[in-house]
């Protein structure tokens, strides 16, 4: 006993001679003008060329007239130690990129990396010693 599948069924668009599909796509490519009816709930007509002029309250709302006050000068430190610190904070990093693009060694990069945390740790444990009595702000911000 032999099973045989059953024949397939024709797919109605293979049933269709060519021409009918020529007929069908020629039907599409024909509605495709750009003339669209969207129905009577939109208008189909083009924007206004010209666009308003912009209303006369908006110049209430800037005010030219203000200027901010000058901002005062930075402090330079005085010391000498601080300087120092500064001069490591900032220029540590940069020994350390250089001591690395250029093969200087291990040591030049490590005097740097040295120089950055010492820096840094000066500058910041000396921080309470430079904000006057009445101006501590906690750790927030003044509004």
Request: net charge negative; no cysteine; charged share 20%.
């Amino acid at each position: 006993m032999t099973i045989t599948p059953p024949d397939p069924e024709p797919d109605p668009e293979d049933a269709q001679e060519p021409e009918g599909k020529d007929a069908a796509w020629e039907s599409i490519v024909a509605d495709l003008s750009g003339q669209i009816d969207l129905g009577p709930h939109f208008r189909n007509e083009p924007p206004p060329q010209e666009l308003l002029p912009p209303p006369d309250y908006i110049d209430e709302y800037f005010d030219e007239g203000y200027e901010p006050p000058e901002a005062p000068p930075l402090r330079v430190p005085t010391d000498a130690i601080a300087r120092f610190a500064w001069a490591g904070a900032l220029g540590g990093p940069i020994v350390m990129l250089l001591g690395y693009l250029f093969g200087l060694g291990g040591v030049i990069s490590t005097a740097g990396l040295v120089a950055t945390i010492g820096g840094f740790a000066f500058l910041i444990s000396r921080r309470d010693e430079h904000i006057p009595p009445g101006e501590d702000f906690g750790d927030g911000a003044v509004v």
